[in-house]
């Protein structure tokens, strides 16, 4: 009984001693990567919304799943990162590296973006909502079935990227690198290609297309079947 009670004792301080050293650790940048690097092989139960993660390596780091809801992201390496599904809603990632990340299934509504690196990157089946995107470098990435409801893609360079299926609802493209690119499938309504280095062979693929700006200016519809 004695012994019980002793164990007890023992895990309650602990247990205390780890909470302590976590609270700690959530202060500090050093300790913020820390818990970071140590994702995949935690419980996956701490938050990491508006950690500052600015200017830090985390190259191949697995953050599948994490919630980094307005994390400071200002030109971290995230090159082959695995961030399938995790909520990176407002975050700051301007010039942050992505090249072949994984970032599929994951929620990044309303975050900054500009410049940011997503060559070869996997976007597929993820949600951008409001994302400011201008004048990033996405050259040869998948947005299969992506959500670019209202996005700014003003100059970005997407080009021979895969847009299959994707939803454009006034995404703006203006000036936007789009040699190559592939829209099969896609909704456009209201997307602004104005002065876009884009065909009309490419566009028109498109499942739908309502009232886009074409590359000279001009409002265009297709009519439906």
Request: glycine share 6%; aromatic share 6%.
């Amino acid at each position: 009984y004695e012994s019980a009670i002793r164990d007890l004792v023992i895990q309650k301080q602990v247990t205390e001693q780890d909470a302590a050293s976590l609270e700690q650790d959530m202060k500090t940048r050093d300790g913020q990567l820390k818990l970071v690097r140590n994702w995949a092989a935690s419980d996956k139960s701490i938050s990491f919304k508006g950690f500052d993660l600015s200017a830090q390596d985390l190259k191949e780091a697995d953050l599948s799943g994490a919630d980094l809801r307005e994390a400071d992201l200002r030109e971290a390496d995230l090159s082959q990162a695995n961030l399938e599904g995790a909520n990176l809603t407002r975050a700051n990632m301007f010039r942050t590296i992505l090249r072949g990340a994984n970032l599929r299934k994951t929620k990044i509504h309303e975050a900054y973006m500009r410049e940011v690196v997503l060559e070869q990157a996997d976007l597929s089946g993820s949600s951008l909502q409001g994302a400011n995107l201008r004048a990033a470098f996405m050259d040869h990435a998948k947005l299969y079935r992506t959500d670019l409801d209202r996005a700014n893609l003003k100059t970005v360079d997407l080009r021979f990227g895969d847009l299959r299926e994707s939803y454009l609802r006034e995404t703006n493209l203006e000036g936007a690198k789009l040699e190559g690119v592939n829209l099969t499938g896609a909704l456009l309504v209201g997307a602004n290609f104005s002065k876009a280095d884009i065909e009309s062979y490419e566009y028109s693929k498109a499942h739908q297309i309502e009232n886009i700006i074409l590359p000279g200016g001009q409002r265009y519809s297709r009519p439906t079947e």
